[in-house]
Structures are given as structure tokens and as C-alpha cells.
């Protein structure tokens, strides 16, 4: 069966970790409490590299590279979070599972025997499972492994209601390209017996237990902690993804994200706004007034997404009691309510990537406790299943495990507090400013294209190419219009005022204060940004925008906000008023 | 398919199929048998040439004039098309497309009779009467009246190209490196490939033929130690440049601010360098200054007696082409071939030696600076870099005749364009140790009048070099575009002999020539 990997479509499931989808790719990375921001963003690195080098069949590099990179990561930090790859490769998919990631095959017809079916834990080998595998029948479940017994499914039915509505899956349903949250994904084609109502068996078999499936979640922490927490790491997640898929696409929106990190206020943040303010009494509410409820009370716990940042929520909720739970905007909660009635109010929210941001940003304290009462709809729910995850929040002794939520808002803090020790501990710790490429046989390490040693001037050919990992050299400078230069060893914000972006006060990136009177430079108004053995330069929205002239050429061209440029040697570049000429001494042939 | 067992997979990377063994690694003379067990696959054909740059080119070229199809060449290479790496040095070295090389107008890669020469063919494709009659003009009164006549380097290339197309070059050629060339029992060689990853589904490929040419060019630069310290100590790439690499932001950077450069070295790019930095100079206005460091000083016209005399001063040594017009055809090519051992490098140190072509613009250049004082020249050798106070600018610590000294300034452009040893490059440092090859008078390859280098034959197949990496050879002047295409003659007359191919004769030469002047395929 030839399948073009990026039409297959992929649904996403609720839950806190960020899933990926660039050309070629679909990928999950576990955010867990505790795990290091910064390798979410490496592997999002890789996985962004792997795709742009070849689209059409990243699988068998990106299975190279994930390794290389986890036996780097465990040797220096210890256990790396758990992340898992389906990819594109020549006749089929490669899989690469590494933690607590599953893929299991989904047909729903009897025929396939179960054990004939995919069915891969990372959690079951010894390192990594790296599989090549023809395209599979049915379609592929990615997921996070969350709850305890592994045996937490998707719900795919929840995608087949949606898909029954009218005809197949609305494209806008879809997950196609970028970074957003969730706790897994199904990813394979809309067969016919897929858009089949197979409803009649849903609540019985995995209906049941899905009951607010991954939202709520959490196995260790306690039913809360993810909530919150997850707005933190969705934040950086969503900087991160703005900042690394050519600001495509882009999900999550990144304002909102890096404001969220920040705890700035700031205007029109309404979502991010809301959510600190509310955290709190949303867990307070949910601490003292869930509970009593009945055991559906699990399934309101997910309500918490209902999203302000979707519109028209409020009256959605107000207006229409009996489904809040299934309101949630998020897939999971239809299927549990089982019910038919269920498919007109979530087919509106559950817009997967749009709220994206939305799950997870508790609604307002106002919502909170509207939502309980009416857990009318938990009644049929309560017959429905065993809901395991209610009884978490339920029972007494679920309440410590709470104790992760204070860390949720100040978590940014923290994480600067780590960029700062790291700092201190010599920018050689930072894996980012490691890069792969050849040594020449002088053993300088070199750029893989590049034909002559750039510290010896030998040929690059002299021997046979193999992939060394070390410490980045400056890969150019750039020529300031005033004839100042600056070293590209490191990635640099410049701007009228540098030093108000996040990232430059959490130490990532390093300012460049240009003066300008004209008042067409913005505050921070471009990053450049050391990509492998390339110089990237990102417009950061500025107000007047970024241009760049190749050497010879008199016009400049604009560059779309967040696009990423790679420089080559000899580009002029305009910020404001202000220009400045990007040179290296990479010894390309062309 | 049931997935429940999942096998981790180590990231190291194992042994893969078709990979070099230990056995055929320690052992010079491949059996069939032994690569067969390696599970090598092996392509037999009968000529390989291994570096796919202008040498190779020039040698296929020869060859498919002569008659052999081009699926009996193969071209091993990393190089998409031939003069790219050559192209490469030259535009870094300022001597972009639009300039002139320093090579005489009838030694053309892409025309083996050298008619017409580039000067017939740049006249004709004038487009006024002056553009036509300059060339002409030029090289009917050259070096008398007026300088050698030299070719655009744009020329050189296209023409390249369109003959490149013309034999059907790119169809012998197969990308990759080559990893090493040994000899085969029962004769003939064994050259192993390794093609890009991905492009093929073994590592090596084993190219079995009866002859093998080796043009893989010198191995690369040799940075003088004090230049690679500063680079490897103050992570500084900026400052302190090599001629040979981009240094364009030297000149950016120049244009934006005034500036002391230190220029070191004698030779044709020193040249280059100096009328950039000096066209920049009078274009923007600027106020560089200049100051030159020569190793050997020369203050006038020298030589061993008055027939073996070289202009010079101010530094310099004029010569109009990197050897003597003589030694790729009079009499000092027939004294050369006499020559053996210390004599011969002795006779390579008379006539070598670093010059530069004596053109009259950039000397009245130079004089306009020495009289308003922003360019001066001095003997010296560097003894070490660091960075200046505050971390601007470059001091150079130098011992000159009259002691040490320190200047400071704001870049240094680094001309000395040593070549690397032979052994730095990994074919010919296996040819050295496992295939019988030896070291000529001047250190590089030893090879005999017919470019087969001495002491690899595996009979009846025999192996071939030509190119800079046999310098110091019978015949000097190897590492010119004449140079070529004398050793890609005497290589083709030699396979000639051996029956590969058949002679060239007057015929069909003439009847070739007619081919070549209407750009018809072969």
C-alpha cells in the first residue's frame, strides 16, 4: 500500500505531553514532572532536523539520530524522557519508542488476529525499540503509557463519532503539522470501517475505562498536578514550537506561551491570564467541591479545558449543562457519555488543535463550579465503567499527592534557576552547543559539507566520514554596519532592547543591543539562532520587520515573522535602520 | 506480525555488509577469493582514474579522443564537476570568474591540440574591434611589449564545461571517496570506493581494473604553526586569515572602518590580495595601510649566471608563469629529464621559488602606495599571534635581519599557500605503504617519463599519476593545465602501446579536431 505519510491523518487525544507532527513524522514526548525542559526541545530539535533533511523518509535518520542523541543524554543527564517516533521510511513506517511510549495497531474488524497486530512498548526493551514496519492495516496508536496497568486506550471512536457527523473527518479535526499537547495520537487512514458507526461497541470495550481518559490523568502526581502543570511545559512547548517549525502551523500560540513562562503580565494574555489567577481556586474547587460528587466526578475533572481560550465558551457551557463534561473540548469525554448525545456539543469544542492550549488552562473559578453539579451526565457514566481515575480524586488519600501543583506557576522560575546554574557550570554543559560533523584528519571538527579543514585548510576527504559529536565551533561572525563584529558561538537576540525577551533573562540566548533613532528597530527584533552547522536568522515579529540581500543582490526581502532564514555567507541583513553582512569562512564549494 | 519482543538496537555502529577487513586491510595483494569474503561487490572496469578534478578530466579527455567508450572509464570523485574545487581556490584567492588566471593561452583542459588558444577565442567572440585585436595584439608581442596574455578564469571554465558535455563526461563519473588502491593477483588493481551513505547498499564497492590514474591533487593546505596556534587557542577566526579560505568579511569590515593589514608572502595570490585590498582602497576611499612581510627578500633581478636571470625587487621575484616557458617544451624540459635525484631538486629550487607574474597595474599600484605611505614592504618571519590590547586587532611578533619586532593590526591575510605532505592524503599514503610506491627527489610521488608511478605495476595492468602530487617528477611543470595535458598525453600514448587503444595518428587527430571545433559528440 503506498501511503503519502504526511495525508495520513492523525487525531489527537488529550493528556500533558507534546505530541509532534512535521513532514513525515508524528512523535510524543513525554513532559512528566521533573524532566528537563530542555531535552523536550532537543529531541524537538532532532526530530525538526531529521524531517527537513528528508521529508519524504526521515525514519531511518531520525532512528540514528534519536539514538545518538539518548545514549549522549543518558550518559550526561541520566534517564532522558520517554518519546516515541512513527516516521515515514521508503516502503512503510519506523518506529522508534523509547520509555514509557506504547504502539499498538488499531483494526476494528475481527479479521486481523490481535496478535497479529502492532503492538510495541518502549517501557519492554532494554534501550530503544526501533522498528521498520510495512504501512499496518488499521491505524497506529501512539501514546503515553499514563496510567498505571498501561492499559489506558484511546478512544478511537471518539474519532469515528466525529468522523459519522458527516462523512469523514473534518480537515480542520486534524492534527497536520506542528506542536501541541496531548496524551497520544492515532495516527491512519480514515478506512470505511473507520468512519462506520462501530459506536454499538464503544461504551462496552474501551469506552468504558476511558472515561476522561488522559486528561485528568496523572499516575503519579496526583490527579491536579497535570493540569496546571502542564500549562507551564505547554508554554515552553509552545515557544518552542513556534520558534522551530518555521512558524508554520503552529498550534499553540506563542504569545500567550512565552508570556505564561514569563508570569508577565501582559495585554490581551486573556488565556494566559486566566490561568495563573485561576489556578489556584480551580484547585481549590475541585479539591473540596469534586469530590462529594459522584464517581463521575472524574469526568468533569478534564471540564477544566473548556478552554477560554475557545470561543464562545461561556455560553457553551452555561447554555448547554448536561454535556460540560463532554463539553470538554477534547475528544475522550464523548465516547464515556456514550450516549448519542453527546456528538453536537463536542463536535464543536473538541477541535484538537486549536484548544490545544486550552485543556489545560483551568477555566474560570466562575466555570468551576457551575461544572460540578450538573454532573447529570456522570450518572450514565457511573453504570458506564470502573472509573479508575475518579476514585483517585475521590478518595481521601488522593489529596496529598496535590502537593505538585504550587510548583506549576513558578515552575519558569525554576527552570531559569537551572539555566542560571548550568550557565555557572560552563556553557559546555548545554547540550545544544554540541553539533555533529566529520574530523578532518588533523582531527579538527568540521561542518560534514564543507571540503577543506576550517583550521588547517586539509581536505575534508581524506577520511572516510564519521559523525563525531563535540562542542560547536563559532561558525562566522557578523559585520555590524559600524564595523563591529560579533562571533556566532552562540545564539543572539538583537534589538533596540534585547534584554526584555524571556529568553535572554533565563540566559538561552544572548543579547546584541543595537542602537537605532529611527524608531523602526523593535525591542527584540531578531534572534539568531545556531542550528547545527547552520546561522539561522528568525524575525521575532518585529514591527517593522527583518530583510536580507544576498551579496550581490540590490533588493531586500522581507522575511515572514518567525520564518527561518539560513544565512549564507555574504547575506546583508536590515533590522531597522541598522544593517549588518553575516560571513563565514566554511570552505563550501558552492 | 507480532511485535511483543521488541530488540533493542545499540546505537554503535557494527561491522556493516561489505565493509574492509582486517585481511584485506593488512594484506598489499588482494586475491580475488579475499574480497569476495568480504562481501565486497566488485565492478570490473578497464580504466579507473581516481579524483575527478581537472587531472581527471583532462585524461578522460585524451583518452575518449582516442577512442575508448566512455563505460570503459570510470571517475572516481567527490566532486560534482571537474574544476570545482579548482574554481573554489581561485574566487577565494580573488580571482573570481571575471579575472585572469596566470596560464598561458594555449594550455586549454578542454582542447588537446591547444588551437585555438584562448587569445584566437576570446577575439573571436568580441564584440568590438578593440576587444578583438587586444588578444591578438597581445599575444603576437608578448612578453615584450606587453604581458603574457592569460585567460579569464570564467573562460577556462565554461569552455571547460561545454567540452565536459561534449564527451560525455559525467557518465563515467561515480561519487564517492576513495579509500584506497591495491594491487590484484593475477593483475590488474582493486580501488575501493565508499560511496555517500544511503547510495548504495554496501559500504565499500571494489572497482577491479587493469589500469589505474591517480590525479587527486595536492591533499590540502599546510597553515603555518603560528597561524593554526592563534586559531586553535583564541577560538578567533576572525582576524587572522588564510588567502586560501573566504575571507571576504576582511574586506567588509575594511570598508566600513580604516584598517592595518599585515599581508605575509611573495606569490601570485599575495598579488591578488594586494589589488583587492588596493581596488578597495581607491573605489570607497578608503585608508587601509598595508604593510607586506616577505620571508626572502628580493631587491632586484637574480639567478645563478646571466642566462638564468629572474627579475625581481622590492620583495618580489617576476615570473610570468609558475615555471619557465622553457620546461614545457625547450631545452630546460630536456636538461630536466636528465636529472635524477639531488640534482633534479636542486634544479626544481633554481627555477621554483615563489613569484609572481610581473602585471603592470598592480606594480603601479604598489608604487602609488609607497609614495603616499600606506603601503610598505619588509622582510620577516612570524614567530607568534595574539590577540591585541582589548581584544582589537592582531600583534604579530616577528624576527626580521634586524631583530625582533612587534607590529600590530587589524587583520592578517595569510598568503603562504604551503602544500601538505603526501602521506597526509590516505590513497597515496597506501600506495606508499602497501602497493610498492616511492618518494621523488622533491618528496612527492616518484613516477617515470610516462607518468606510471615506479614500483606498482601489477602486470599486465599499470598505475598512473599525475597532477601536483607528483611534483619533483622528470618533467616539471606537472601541476600546470600544460602540465596536464602533457602527462595525459604520455599516459594515453603509453596505454596506446599497450594495446588499450589506438594511437592517434594524423588523421584522425585532424578528423577529432573538426569534431571538437563543431561541438560534436565523439
Avoid at chain 1, 373 to 400: K, N
Avoid at chain 2, 271 to 287: A, E, G
Amino acid at each position: 500500500m503506498k501511503v503519502n505519510f504526511d495525508d495520513v491523518p492523525a487525531r489527537v487525544h488529550p493528556g500533558r505531553h507534546h505530541l509532534v507532527r512535521l513532514p513525515g513524522v508524528v512523535a510524543i514526548i513525554r513532559t512528566d514532572p521533573g524532566t528537563d525542559p530542555d531535552a523536550a526541545r532537543d529531541l524537538l530539535e532532532r526530530i525538526q532536523t531529521s524531517s527537513r533533511t528528508a521529508p519524504t523518509a526521515p525514519g531511518r535518520d531520525l532512528a540514528r539520530q534519536l539514538s545518538i542523541w539518548l545514549s549522549r543524554f543518558e550518559e550526561t543527564n541520566g534517564v532522558a524522557p520517554g518519546f516515541g517516533a512513527i516516521s515515514a521510511s521508503e516502503n512503510g513506517v519506523a518506529i522508534f519508542l523509547y520509555g514509557d511510549i506504547s504502539v499498538t495497531e488499531r483494526v476494528d474488524d475481527a479479521e486481523l488476529p490481535p496478535e497479529d497486530r502492532v503492538s510495541l512498548f518502549g517501557k519492554d526493551a532494554a534501550f530503544t525499540v526501533d522498528r521498520l514496519l510495512p504501512w499496518p492495516a488499521g491505524a497506529l496508536q501512539l501514546i503515553a503509557d499514563d496510567d498505571a496497568d498501561g492499559e489506558l486506550d484511546i478512544p478511537e471512536h471518539a474519532a469515528d463519532v466525529l468522523a459519522s457527523a458527516d462523512g469523514p473527518m473534518p480537515a480542520w479535526a486534524g492534527f497536520h503539522r506542528g506542536v501541541t499537547p496531548g496524551g497520544g495520537l492515532l495516527f491512519g487512514p480514515v478506512t470505511d470501517h473507520m468512519s462506520e458507526p462501530v459506536v454499538a461497541d464503544v461504551p462496552a470495550a474501551s469506552g468504558s475505562h476511558l472515561a476522561g481518559p488522559e486528561v485528568p490523568v496523572p499516575s503519579g502526581p496526583g490527579s491536579h498536578g497535570p493540569v496546571p502543570g502542564s500549562s507551564a511545559t505547554l508554554s515552553s512547548a509552545a515557544y518552542d514550537a513556534e520558534a522551530m517549525s518555521d512558524g508554520e502551523a503552529m498550534v499553540a500560540e506563542p504569545g500567550s506561551g512565552e508570556r505564561v513562562a514569563e508570569d508577565e503580565p501582559m495585554v490581551g494574555g486573556d488565556a494566559a491570564d486566566g490561568a495563573p489567577a485561576s489556578a489556584e481556586p480551580m484547585a481549590e474547587a475541585a479539591g473540596t467541591s469534586v469530590p462529594p460528587p459522584p464517581a463521575p466526578s472524574g469526568a468533569q475533572v478534564p471540564p477544566s479545558p473548556a478552554g477560554s481560550a475557545v470561543p464562545a465558551p461561556p455560553s457553551q457551557r452555561s447554555v448547554v449543562p448536561p454535556p460540560p463534561s463532554a463539553g470538554t473540548p477534547v475528544v475522550p469525554p464523548a465516547p464515556s457519555a456514550g450516549t448519542p448525545v453527546v456528538p453536537p456539543a463536542p463536535s464543536a469544542s473538541p477541535v484538537p488543535p486549536p484548544p490545544s492550549g486550552a485543556p489545560v488552562v483551568p477555566p474560570p473559578p466562575s466555570g468551576a463550579p457551575v461544572v460540578p453539579p450538573p454532573p447529570s451526565a456522570g450518572t450514565p457514566a457511573a453504570a458506564l465503567a470502573p472509573p479508575r481515575l475518579s476514585e483517585l480524586i475521590q478518595d481521601g488519600p488522593a489529596e496529598p499527592p496535590r502537593a505538585p501543583l504550587p510548583p506549576a506557576a513558578p515552575a519558569p522560575r525554576q527552570t531559569a534557576q537551572q539555566k542560571a546554574a548550568e550557565k555557572a557550570a560552563g556553557v559546555k554543559e548545554r547540550p545544544q552547543d554540541y553539533v555533529q560533523g566529520f574530523r578532518c584528519s588533523r582531527k579538527h571538527l568540521n561542518d560534514p559539507r564543507v571540503s577543506f579543514c576550517r583550521v588547517c585548510g586539509i581536505r575534508m576527504d581524506q577520511m572516510t566520514g564519521v559523525l563525531v559529536e563535540e562542542r560547536r565551533p563559532p561558525l562566522g561572525l557578523l559585520v555590524l554596519d559600524v564595523g563591529a563584529t560579533f562571533v556566532l558561538d552562540d545564539n543572539y537576540v538583537l534589538g533596540r532592547n534585547p534584554e526584555s525577551d524571556a529568553a535572554v533573562r533565563e540566559g538561552t540566548l544572548r543579547p546584541v543591543r543595537l542602537d537605532d533613532t529611527s524608531g523602526a528597530l523593535s525591542r527584540v527584533h531578531a534572534e539568531i539562532r545556531l542550528s547545527g552547522w547552520d546561522v539561522v536568522l528568525i524575525d521575532r515579529g518585529s514591527a517593522n520587520g527583518t530583510y536580507v540581500a544576498a551579496t550581490d543582490e540590490q533588493s531586500w526581502q522581507r522575511l515572514a515573522p518567525n520564518q527561518h532564514f539560513v544565512l549564507t555567507p555574504g547575506t546583508h541583513v536590515r533590522v531597522g535602520q541598522r544593517t549588518f553582512t553575516f560571513e563565514s569562512s566554511a570552505a563550501r564549494l558552492r | 506480525m507480532s511485535g511483543d519482543q521488541p530488540l533493542p538496537q545499540s546505537a554503535a555502529p557494527t561491522t556493516e555488509p561489505g565493509d574492509l577487513t582486517p585481511e584485506l586491510i593488512d594484506t598489499d595483494i588482494w586475491t580475488d577469493e579475499m574480497v569476495a569474503r568480504a562481501g565486497i561487490p566488485v565492478v570490473p572496469v578497464p580504466f579507473v582514474t581516481v579524483g575527478g578534478g581537472i587531472g581527471s578530466f583532462v585524461t578522460v579527455d585524451y583518452l575518449r579522443i582516442y577512442g575508448v567508450p566512455a563505460q570503459q572509464i570510470v571517475v572516481l570523485t567527490g566532486l560534482d564537476v571537474p574544476w570545482q574545487s579548482y574554481e573554489y581556490l581561485t574566487r577565494v584567492s580573488q580571482i573570481p570568474r571575471t579575472e585572469r588566471l596566470r596560464s598561458d593561452s594555449q594550455s586549454r583542459p578542454d582542447n588537446i591540440w591547444g588551437f585555438p588558444s584562448y587569445a584566437l577565442s576570446e577575439a573571436f567572440a568580441a564584440k568590438s574591434l578593440k576587444e578583438f585585436l587586444w588578444p591578438l595584439w597581445n599575444v603576437f608581442t608578448e612578453p615584450i611589449l606587453t604581458n603574457y596574455f592569460t585567460p579569464r578564469a570564467g573562460q577556462a571554465f565554461s569552455t571547460m564545461e561545454k567540452e565536459m558535455n561534449r564527451i560525455g563526461y559525467l557518465q563515467s563519473v561515480r561519487k564517492g571517496q576513495v579509500r584506497m588502491v591495491r594491487r590484484r593477483a593475477g593483475g590488474g588493481y582493486y580501488t575501493i570506493l565508499t560511496p555517500p551513505a544511503g547510495a548504495a547498499p554496501t559500504k565499500r564497492i571494489a572497482y577491479q581494473s587493469q589500469y589505474v590514474h591517480i590525479a587527486i591533487g595536492y591533499p590540502g593546505l599546510r597553515l603555518l604553526k603560528d597561524l593554526q596556534d592563534y586559531r586553535e587557542r583564541y577560538r578567533d577566526p576572525t582576524k587572522v586569515v588564510n588567502a586560501y579560505e573566504p575571507h571576504e568579511q576582511v574586506y567588509d569590515q575594511l570598508r566600513i572602518r580604516p584598517g592595518k593589514v599585515i599581508v605575509r608572502g611573495g606569490g601570485i595570490v599575495a598579488s591578488r590580495v594586494l589589488q583587492r585590498l588596493i581596488d578597495d582602497r581607491d573605489k570607497y576611499n578608503l585608508r587601509t595601510e598595508i604593510l607586506q612581510v616577505f620571508r626572502t627578500f628580493y631587491t632586484g633581478p637574480h639567478g645563478k649566471n646571466v642566462f638564468n636571470r629572474r627579475p625581481g625587487g622590492h620583495g618580489w621575484a617576476y615570473q610570468g608563469f609558475n615555471y619557465p616557458k622553457s620546461v614545457w617544451g625547450g631545452q630546460l624540459k630536456e636538461k630536466m629529464a636528465k636529472l635524477e635525484g639531488d640534482a633534479r631538486a636542486q634544479a626544481y629550487e633554481e627555477m621554483g621559488g615563489t613569484n609572481t607574474p610581473f602585471r603592470k597595474d598592480w606594480l603601479e599600484q604598489l608604487k602609488r602606495g609607497r609614495s603616499q605611505g600606506w603601503y610598505r614592504e619588509m622582510q620577516g618571519a612570524f614567530d607568534s599571534l595574539r590577540p591585541g590590547p582589548n581584544g582589537a586587532g592582531v600583534v604579530v611578533a616577528m624576527s626580521t635581519q634586524h631583530g625582533a619586532l612587534e607590529e600590530y593590526a587589524d587583520f592578517v591575510v595569510d598568503c603562504t599557500g604551503l602544500e601538505a605532505d603526501i602521506r597526509e592524503s590516505r590513497v597515496l599514503a597506501d600506495l606508499l605503504d602497501h602497493s610498492g610506491a616511492g618518494r621523488n627527489p622533491k618528496g612527492r610521488l616518484d613516477v617515470n617519463a610516462q607518468f606510471e608511478v615506479i614500483g606498482t605495476r601489477s602486470r599486465p595492468g599499470r598505475l598512473y599519476a599525475s597532477g601536483s602530487s607528483t611534483l619533483g617528477g622528470p618533467f616539471p611543470g606537472v601541476d600546470t593545465f600544460l602540465g596536464l595535458q602533457i602527462s595525459a598525453q604520455e599516459i594515453a600514448d603509453d596505454l596506446a602501446r599497450l594495446g588499450f587503444v589506438k594511437r592517434l595518428g594524423p588523421g584522425r587527430s585532424i578528423a577529432q579536431w573538426w569534431r571538437w571545433a563543431r561541438n560534436r559528440p565523439i
